[in-house]
Structures are given as C-alpha cells and as structure tokens.
C-alpha cells in the first residue's frame, strides 16, 4: 500500500471558498509529514491524495494524521488504475498477502467520485463482492461486516483500503485566525486551546508565573503542554511572564477580596498588549461559569470589561468531569496535574469576593499605575518559539512581532 487517501471533515461545506480551506490543509500535511518519505501531498477530487515513498514510516505518518485538525478520517491504501478488473485483482493481491486479514464475512463500499465512470457504485460493489467471495469464501454482511472493502473511484485514478483512521474533524489551522490563549497549566486551559486549535485558530500562548518567589515548576508544565499542542498546529509561541511584582503591588494597594478579581484584569490588559503584537484578535481563558470565585457570572463580566478584543471561552458550559475527559485523550492532563506553585495561589486571599462590581474594581485599582505595571510585566517577558518536531528557541519579546 503506497498511498494514502485523506477525506476532509467539514471542508466539503464551504462553497466558493473550499479551495482555500483545502490548500491550507494540504500545506498543513506536507509540514507534518516532513522527513516521513512522503513523496507528495496533492488535492483530489473531494479528498487529499498522499504519495509514499519505499521507506515511509506508516507508525509516524498515522500519529501525525491523526491529529491534525481539518482531517476527518484517512487510510492507508494502493493506488491503482480506475478499472474494475484492476481493482478486483488488486484487491485479492493484497487480501492474500495480508495473513492478518481473516474475516468471515465482508463488504464492498464503493464510490465514484467521477460519475463519468460507467458502472454505478451498487454495480462496482457486486462485482467486486463476487469475485472476493469466489477466492475467499468468506460471506457477504451489509449490515454489521467485519472487513469492509472500501474502494474509491476518481477520474483517472483509484484507490482501495480496508478500514479507516479516525482525524480529528475541524478546520485547518490558521482558516480562523490567531488567538492568544491565557495557559495557567491547570487542566482546563490546555483544553480550551484546543478546541480553538479545532476550529482552524492559530493559538499563541501566555503563561504567568511567580518566579524566584516560587519556583519554575510551572513554566516547565507550561513549555510541556504547548509542546504537547504544537503537534496539533505545527508552531506555537510561549510568553511567559513574571507576575509577582504585579502581585505584590497590588497586595500593597487593593482590599484581599477583590485582588482575585483585579488580578485577573491586569492579565487581561497584559494579554491583550501581547496579542496586539503578535496580530492575534481574542484571548483564550479556560474559564468555567461557577467553577471558582472568579469565574461567577458578575466577576467574569467585571474581568471582560478591560478587554478591547473578544475573550473566548469554549468550556463556559462545561462540568469538570467532561473537561478531565478531554484532557487525557488530549494528552495534557498527566502533564496538568504534575504538582506545581502557579501564581494564582500566591497571595491569594481565603475569602474572594464572588459579586465584585465594575465601580468596585475601579475604585480598587484608582491607586495603582495600571499602565506602568502592564509595560514592566511585558518588557520582563520572555518568548519561546515551538516546532513540531520540537525545536525550542527562547528570545526577548520585541514588539511589533508577528507570525
């Protein structure tokens, strides 16, 4: 089997506009499948053709495929000529070389891409279904198979396989733009980056930590999971950003239930300066509604009115259970539960204020340089720059900075 056949998830939907969807993800494919023998990745007709080389490595090929976003499903599978006999004969070819292959019943799922060709599909499928069940006995099932023939017939080329890979749907990435995901290294922002990742977002990533006041456990949670979602969009960006002289200014200066509430509109108005210079337009929070003090309905709305951009929040509705779910088969959710010392417990008061109001939060704030303290924690910033394979490179924020 010299080939693979990817079929794209909701792409088919996107009308005058498929083409470019379908360009990004075949541009997405041969990124992620560089140094594999990959001999070329080309557009098909509804589908995305891989041609391999003698020495590709299918293991390799597979864990890349499957998870990269805009990809619905793939299968390793041999390309042929569009002619039934062909097919046919290719087809036993395989099944007597393959001794793994030991059904006792079967089916032939055809489908022409080109209906200039002129037997039907029913048609291909008895066809072929007779002449596998003359070499092989095994009876035909429809309904419920244990090896299911898929064949796939284009205007001047066809394929075959047996089974298929599940991708995991969505929409190539960087079809929906840049986004700035706020990474606390819990469980829950990782996967709220994701779902974003998904939908065809560029997700860069923000991290705030305490350190020397606490030790860098938690930027190195915070380098593991971004290296984790690189696999998923190819190339991400780190900052990390030292918060606690920001904490301890306002230890200093606002009353203990509201510094909650005033901290996390300082990351905001960070975030936001950080995502201005990287071109990206939302902030990504792994924010769930009632999880913690400030994730109520009044303080999440205190927290989004320092925003110019939109914040964005894909696990609102979720519960707990559902978000641990996705993060193990995410794979993020050893790495999240590592124990560490984030700045979110660092000068953290008992009792924060649940309803805080927006004249609250100001008067909080009326004796702090807001300004000054979000330049400092940005000038202090460091970014690192993620590659799949991963190679990491550490640099100074500059502004201005794009990619």
């Known amino acids: 089997m010299s080939s693979v056949v990817v079929h794209y998830a909701e792409l088919a ?27 070329r990745v080309s557009p098909l007709m509804g589908r ?59 089916r032939i ?12 599909s029913p048609e291909i499928e008895r066809i072929i279904g007779r002449r596998v069940q003359d070499a092989t006995g095994w009876r035909v099932d429809l309904s419920h198979p244990e090896l299911t023939i898929y064949v796939e017939i284009l205007t001047s080329d066809a394929f075959f396989f047996f089974g298929k890979e599940s991708g995991p749907g969505g929409l190539p990435v960087g079809t929906s733009g840049r986004v700035m995901s706020l990474l606390s290294g819990g469980i829950d922002s990782p996967v709220a980056a994701w779902r974003m990742i998904k939908r065809g977002c560029r997700a860069h990533f923000v991290h705030f930590h305490s350190h020397p006041i606490l030790s860098r456990t938690s930027q ?13 969009q190819l190339r991400s960006r780190l900052y990390l950003v030292p918060f606690a002289p920001v904490q301890q200014r306002v230890v200093v200066n606002v009353p203990p239930a509201l510094r909650v509430v005033v901290y996390r509109r300082l990351m905001v108005r960070i975030a936001q300066q950080i995502a201005f210079r990287a071109g990206a337009h939302a902030l990504v929070t792994g ?29 609102v509705g979720f519960d707990k259970e559902e978000i641990t779910i996705e993060a193990q088969r995410l794979g993020t959710y050893d790495i999240s539960v590592v124990p560490d010392e984030d700045c979110c417990r660092l000068f953290t008061p008992p009792h924060p204020a649940t309803r805080t109001s927006i004249a609250a939060a100001q008067a909080a704030e009326a004796d702090l340089d807001i300004d000054a303290l979000v330049k400092s924690a940005i000038d202090a910033a460091v970014v690192e720059e993620f590659r799949f394979p991963m190679l990491r490179l550490a640099a100074p924020v500059e502004r201005g900075e794009r990619q």
């Open 13 to 39: 939907l996107k009308g005058r506009n498929r083409p470019w969807f379908i360009n990004t993800l075949v541009r997405s494919m041969r990124e992620a499948l560089a140094g594999l023998d990959v001999i």
């Open 48 to 106: 995305i053709g891989v041609e391999l080389g003698p020495q590709a490595d299918w293991a390799a090929i597979r864990e890349r495929l499957s998870a990269l976003p805009g990809i619905g499903n793939f299968a390793r599978a041999t390309h042929v000529a569009p002619d039934i006999d062909e097919i046919a004969s290719g087809i036993l070819a395989e099944l007597h070389a393959a001794a793994s292959l030991k059904p006792v019943t079967f």
């Open 287 to 315: 924010d769930v509604v009632g999880q913690v003090a400030s994730q109520t309905i009044d303080n999440l709305s205190v927290i989004d009115s320092v925003a110019a951009i939109p914040i964005l929040r894909p696990l």
């Open 220 to 232: 190195d949670k915070a380098r593991a999971l971004v290296e984790r979602l690189t696999r998923h």
């Open 109 to 120: 799922s055809a489908r022409r891409a080109d209906k200039r060709f002129p037997v039907p």
